[in-house]
């Protein structure tokens, strides 16, 4: 089993920084990839980022050049740095760890909102 703890959100006004970490327990193998979703009011849960154990990353397009993941292999740690943020990135912010043939972990998810 993977417990995903996910902390880090809060209240910014639109241009500010935010960083979100995720700490998992238990076993994460080197093949889980890691990353962040997030989701809006209203609508679907959507992908935001990927990260490998070997750092190769995948972003959405509505994210690239504002949004970094990062992982800390050791700690089981991934973390989310979003920068220069928009009124439209408010939204539930999950992690996932997904692993091939034990599928996907969610953590519970943390509000980040953004003020214009």
């Known amino acids: 089993q993977v417990q995903l703890v996910e902390s880090g959100g809060g209240l910014v006004q639109a241009g500010g920084s935010l960083r979100l970490s995720c700490a998992a327990s238990g076993t994460i193998f080197s093949s889980d990839v890691m990353g962040w979703y997030r989701q809006a009011p209203g609508k679907q849960r959507e992908l935001v980022g990927t990260?490998?154990?070997?750092?190769?990353?995948n972003y959405a397009d509505s994210v690239k050049g504002r949004f970094t993941i990062s992982r800390d292999n050791a700690k089981n740690t991934v973390y989310l740095q979003m920068n220069n943020l928009k009124p439209e990135d408010t939204a539930v912010y999950y992690c996932n760890v997904f692993h091939a043939w034990r599928g996907n972990y969610w953590g519970q998810g943390t509000q980040v909102t953004v003020s214009s």
């Open positions: 990260i490998t154990s070997g750092g190769s990353t």
